[in-house]
Each structure stands twice: as structure tokens, then as C-alpha cells.
């Protein structure tokens, strides 16, 4: 009797996708979303592609900083 439940609940399991979707979100899913959660808080914040320049620390707080370093670059058309 007890072995009949067992089978019609793993034939409901496997052929039926919502019920599926179901049983892996609360076997696995619930950790995946924890783990997101943590990895988020760890960046900072920032969103993924955000660029951040943190002035480099001078010699003179006070010193009047008129420009910066040559970069070259070539023109592409």
C-alpha cells in the first residue's frame, strides 16, 4: 500500500513540470537564492560594468592639480 503512494508521488514528480519546478525550489532553490543574496552583499554594492576612480592620494593636499598623464590612443574609422 504504502509502496503504490511512493510510486504514483515519484511518477507525479518526474512527469509533471510545474510540480518539478516545485520540489527543486524547495530542495535547492531557497540555497541558490541565500547564495545570490551573499554574493551581492559582498561587491559592494555596485552593479556589474560600474567603474569607480578613487583619486590617488598627493604629496600637497592643497596643491593646485591643473592635469594628468598623456595617453595615446589611436583613431579607429
Known amino acids: 500500500m504504502l509502496f503504490k503512494y511512493l510510486f504514483?508521488?515519484?511518477l507525479v514528480i518526474l512527469f509533471?513540470?510545474?510540480v518539478r519546478r516545485f520540489?527543486?525550489?524547495?530542495l535547492v532553490g531557497r540555497q541558490l537564492v541565500k547564495q545570490q543574496?551573499?554574493?551581492?552583499?559582498g561587491r559592494g554594492g555596485r552593479r556589474e560594468?560600474?567603474?569607480?576612480v578613487e583619486?590617488?592620494?598627493?604629496?600637497?593636499?592643497g596643491s593646485r592639480y591643473t592635469g594628468?598623464?598623456?595617453v595615446d590612443y589611436e583613431e579607429v574609422k
Open 16 to 18: 509533471v513540470p510545474p
Open 55 to 61: 583619486p590617488r592620494p598627493g604629496k600637497d593636499s
Open 23 to 26: 520540489v527543486f525550489y524547495l
Open 8 to 10: 504514483i508521488i515519484t
Open 37 to 41: 543574496k551573499q554574493q551581492g552583499n
Open 68 to 70: 594628468g598623464e598623456y
Open 49 to 52: 560594468g560600474e567603474i569607480r
